[in-house]
């Protein structure tokens, strides 16, 4: 296991802190206010549909709100607190590639929402030896691209309902930011296996029986949880970052079929594809 992958997850964690773009509950007060618009031009004002006691807040496309349907770009309102996390979440994983003053958030010149992206044009032009970088950090399905107006973050996020509520979510079904949700019993039992691992290939695989039986479990538990070691690199990563991939559970991983091929395990398990770098 690389020491590189466990310090950068306690990264992760240390900075999953609440986003700078807060989620206010009074228009006045939405700090993207002025900044977002539809893919057909029209500014989205910040309105509270207040429904059964509860207020619920929303870019709307000025079209619509003026009775000009026909002039609707092809979203006509967008969930506030959906936009504001994902505008914070792609912003903060650059954050460490700004050395200017002050933060990203304040350099948010527009916003355009369509049905199936978030376009987010920024006034900073980042030197060019940075560029490759961002390909690290931001997700697959995101681009990145300079011009002579600063920095254009396209986001590929459709909206979709889930439990009462509409999210955004990445074209693998999965939600388009990443919240990151370590899985202390996963991770214990997956270093666990690697070290189990390490006893099999250095003192052969009679050290197994010595293994359960100095470990207190029986046989076929210590069988089934040294499979986590041979996980592919870009699952244990996912593991050790806190990804959430609904299907990766501790309970999966020891009950269901591990296929040896890496490039199954990953579609079986649902891990969106990598970026080439």
């Not at 590639?97 to 369509?114: N, P």
């Not at 691992?197 to 039986?213: A, N, Y």
């Not at 076929?220 to 559970?249: C, H, I, M, N, W």
């Amino acid at each position: 296991m690389e020491r590189e992958l466990f310090d950068r997850a306690q990264r992760l964690l240390r900075h999953n802190t609440p986003p700078k773009i807060a989620r206010l509950k009074t228009t006045a007060e939405m700090q993207l206010t002025g900044r977002v618009f539809d893919d057909r031009g029209n500014p989205m004002s910040p309105v509270i549909s207040k429904r059964r006691g509860h207020g619920y807040r929303y870019y709307v496309s000025a079209a619509l709100l003026t009775g000009r349907k026909h002039q609707v770009g092809s979203l006509a309102r967008f969930p506030a607190p959906a936009l504001e996390e994902l505008v914070a979440d792609r912003l903060s994983r650059l954050e460490e590639l700004h050395d200017r003053e002050g933060d990203l958030a304040d350099r948010i010149r527009r916003i355009e929402v369509s049905r199936d992206t978030v376009r987010v044009d920024l006034a900073w032009d980042p030197a060019p030896a940075l560029l490759p970088r961002f390909g690290r950090l931001l997700p697959a399905e995101d681009r990145a691209e300079c011009d002579v107006d600063g920095l254009r973050l396209t986001i590929a996020a459709l909206l979709q309902p889930r439990g009462g509520v509409k999210l955004a979510l990445g074209p693998e079904g999965l939600p388009a930011v990443q919240r990151v949700k370590q899985d202390p019993t996963l991770v214990q039992a997956l270093v666990r296996a690697e070290a189990w691992k390490h006893v099999l290939f250095t003192q052969g695989s009679d050290s197994l029986e010595r293994l359960h039986t100095a470990e207190g479990v029986d046989r076929s538990y210590a069988r089934r949880l040294t499979r986590l070691a041979f996980l592919s690199p870009a699952l244990k990563r996912a593991v050790l970052e806190g990804v959430a991939l609904p299907d990766l559970t501790l309970q999966n991983l020891m009950v269901g079929y591990l296929p040896l091929a890496w490039a199954e395990q990953e579609a079986t398990y649902r891990l969106p594809r990598a970026r080439a770098l």
